[in-house]
């Protein structure tokens, strides 16, 4: 008799934006003259680059020569991206990050959610609330976690509620964690943390022996010169975290699917007896064995992201979206939303009007704007009462959208 893995039954109602897309295309289906305007997943709408497309061919071509054709390719990536990656993302900011610590994959949601494997089935995972769902979702598939309370909490994960108190900073728990997920810039509050701020989890995480994952997917759209574009400008973070990073949203990959994490070579775990081992050495010997790659094309594409040229056609894309974020922000401050985000990140975190619940919120958007944003309580429970919208949507329609809410009441 087959059996299946009871945690997945733990998981509660859908994927969250799985879920946004359903209540979408019934709206779409029961109204087929309806003009939604999407921002809430959050998906790219502008093309590849020039000079990223011209390296993409280039790439293509020479798969159809013999002499220059590829085959699998090294275990970790290509080491013309890698070394890229390191000279200009780590230590041009003074971070000593070796292009042998980069492993290439196809995505940081891939990763961030397949990283618990290398760690003990017991392990204790502190996440921030709200939060990206992949944390959560991800613990609870790989059995760490008891049933869900009637609080929306899973039993087992220690949660770090994130709120207009504390400027969504978490704070340090009682409860020592083994895990620690943080993800800044913030998805989905927007919310940015200082190098002062996260120095204190780098120095909570030294003395406690714990390892902070981080996720650093949006620090492209950072755009103030205070906050640290990588846990690695922290003093001794090489030794304490996992950093996750992605092309998608920097750079235009949400179709073309190219992330990298860096696993630095000083980060250790411990057995059950008490002795070290490298987590390098273990992540290796799970990418080795369930990954075989991004293919040539695409590295190829990723590299040209660090050229000259491409640093500047990717900025401009970036600043266009910012540009998206701004209006986004300007426009529902002046209706009476509390908004939050959209400086340091694409998403703009806005407080919901009269006490209205989040996906009340939703359906009233989608049915009388036509606009489709994320309810805030599809990220945890202290996302109630909140509601993020996308960046990414073309200029046209951002100005639409904002048109579209002021016009309703809800």
């Known amino acids: 008799m087959a059996k299946i893995n009871e945690n997945y039954l733990k998981l509660q109602a859908g994927y969250l ?9 019934e709206f779409q289906k029961e109204n087929p003259g309806a003009s939604i305007i999407s921002m809430g997943i959050g998906d790219v709408t502008m093309p590849l680059v020039p000079e990223v497309i011209k390296a993409f061919h280039e790439g293509v071509d020479e798969m159809s020569r013999k002499d ?8 970790q990536g290509y080491m013309f991206l890698r070394e890229a990656i390191a000279d200009n993302d780590y230590k041009s900011r003074g971070a000593n990050i070796e292009a042998d ?11 961030t959610g397949n990283i618990q494997e290398i760690f003990s089935q017991d392990s204790i995972i502190a996440i921030t609330d709200p939060v990206y769902p992949v944390y959560a979702d991800t613990t609870v598939m790989s059995g760490k976690t008891g049933s869900i309370s009637s609080n929306g909490y899973y039993e087992g994960i220690i949660y770090l509620p994130c709120n207009e108190h504390n400027h969504f900073i978490p704070e340090i728990p009682d409860e020592r964690p083994d895990l620690i997920f943080l993800c800044y810039p913030n998805n989905p509050t927007g919310a940015t943390i200082t190098a002062e701020e996260l120095k204190k989890w780098v120095e909570y995480a030294l003395q406690n022996q714990c390892i902070i994952l981080y996720d650093a997917a949006y620090e492209a759209f950072i755009t103030e010169d205070h906050i640290p574009h990588t846990i690695y400008e922290i003093k001794g973070a090489e030794k304490v975290a996992i950093e996750f990073r992605s092309f998608s949203k920097k750079a235009g990959f949400t179709g073309t699917r190219c992330a990298f994490t860096v696993v630095p070579k000083e980060l ?33 594409a990723a590299a040209a992201v660090y050229t000259e040229q491409g640093v500047k056609e990717v900025q401009r894309v970036i600043d266009y979206y910012m540009g998206n974020a701004q209006i986004i922000r300007e426009s529902l401050s002046e209706q009476g939303f509390r908004v939050f985000g959209g400086v340091n990140a694409p ?12 996906w009340d919120l939703f359906d009233g958007l989608l ?32 100005i639409e959208a904002m048109k579209r809410i002021q016009r309703i009441s809800v």
């Open 17 to 25: 934006f799985p879920e946004i897309g359903r209540r979408v295309r």
């Open 268 to 300: 250790m775990a411990y057995t059950s007896q008490g002795e070290q081992k490298s987590v390098h050495g273990l992540w290796y010997r799970r990418f080795t064995t369930k990954f075989n790659g991004v293919s040539y094309p695409v590295q190829k």
């Open 101 to 111: 610590e980069i492993f290439i994959s196809d995505g940081s949601k891939c990763d």
């Open 347 to 358: 998403y703009v975190w806005a407080g919901t009007r009269n006490h209205i619940k989040s």
């Open 367 to 398: 049915r009388e704007a036509h606009v489709a944003g994320t309810p805030g309580s599809g990220f945890g429970p202290s996302g109630e009462g909140f509601f993020r919208f996308s960046a990414f949507a073309s200029r046209e329609n951002v």
């Open 68 to 75: 220059t054709f590829k085959g699998y390719g090294p275990d």
